[in-house]
């Protein structure tokens, strides 16, 4: 998934990497339980409360933080495994976000049945929704 978003680099960086943002853009997320001062960095392992009817905690282990330019994690939120990484690059104006996912959900025998039926297509619509609460966020800036 891609977005253009008419801020800059440092502006929407600081939205997806501030927990205080964070609530405010994700349409999923409802509070940080235990982020550090300095999230994100590799071999955290941050909580968040989400508004998900049946699992509430999604647990955030940032991997790769290349500041500005790249944010690499995996999150767990119940039987689903997301490798998430976003890719900030600053075209002639604003700036271009660049999503990666790759979802697995971890039930033997039917985890791939219910990717391919279910929970992708759901997931997908999922991060849309975010993408579009994060370009309101930063161009209302």
Sequence with gaps: MSIEIEATVDRVWRALCNPDEVVRW???????????????????HVRWRCRTRLWRILHDRPREVIEGEKLRSLLALGFSRLDETYMLTAPAAGCRLDLDLELKVALPLLGGVIERLYAGADTRRGFEASLAGLKRHCEAA
């Design 26 to 44: 994700d349409v999923a997320v409802v509070e940080a339980l235990d982020a550090p001062a300095d999230y994100p960095r590799p071999g955290q």
